[in-house]
């Protein structure tokens, strides 16, 4: 809170509460990659660039080789809309993938 003290009629300092605003950020969310013995490297590479734009292929091919090793890979962290827009379009194209809340 800020006080800004104005003068009223009568010559006495009063102090006017101004209101100070707290932009609260959205939660985001984590679209997980999962492994699977079925799509090959390379589709799976070149699908994440068609389904997530801002994914380079370098990125791509990270996630990827996240996922092939470690069984889940993190492709982006995001609003809610955008996750599940992108979970659901790699689920579409044969893809396995689940979203989470970020920590």
Known sequence: MVDTPSRSPGGTAVLDKQT????????????????????????????????????????????????????????IVCDIEPAEFYCETLKNKGLTSTIEPEE
Do not use: C, F, I, W
């Open 20 to 75: 100070e605003r707290v932009r609260k950020t959205s939660p985001r969310y984590k679209v997980l990659l999962h492994n699977d013995p079925v799509n090959s490297m390379e589709y799976v590479v070149v699908t994440l660039q068609q389904v997530v734009p801002q994914l380079s292929e370098q990125d791509a091919m990270a996630v990827m080789l996240e996922t092939h090793n470690t069984g889940v890979g993190l492709v």
